[in-house]
Nanobody, 117 residues
């Protein structure tokens, strides 16, 4: 069992930067891939990007490339999402997720990010 707890969300102005953190506990993570998703009001949850815990290899959705970056801190057991030049369209609940195979088995409770213009 893996537990995920996101933090770092809040209200920011357009153009600001923000770093979200996902604290991971409960299992050896070497075989896991971690990811960030987001869900805007009235929209489906969308994939932002993922990181392989062992290799730190990353994959990003097209919209995320260049503005959003995922990293992991193996010592602190955290996964980070750094966002720059935030836009009102980035307003959403941001979720951390984990998987070992195909399905994202574990999810955090989410953290709200609101970008005002």
């Amino acid at each position: 069992q893996v537990q995920l707890v996101e933090s770092g969300g809040g209200l920011v102005q357009a153009g600001a930067s923000l770093k979200l953190s996902c604290a991971v506990s409960g299992h050896t993570l070497s075989t896991y891939t971690m990811a960030w998703f987001r869900q805007a009001p009235g929209k489906l949850r969308e994939f932002i990007g993922s990181i392989n815990w062992s290799t730190s290899d990353t994959i990003y959705a097209d919209f995320a490339k260049g503005r959003l970056a995922i990293s992991r801190d193996t010592a602190e057991h955290t996964v980070l999402l750094e966002m720059i030049n935030l836009k009102p369209a980035d307003t959403a609940v941001y979720y951390c997720a984990a998987r070992r195979a195909v399905l994202w088995d574990y999810w955090g409770q989410g953290t709200q990010v609101t970008v005002s213009d």
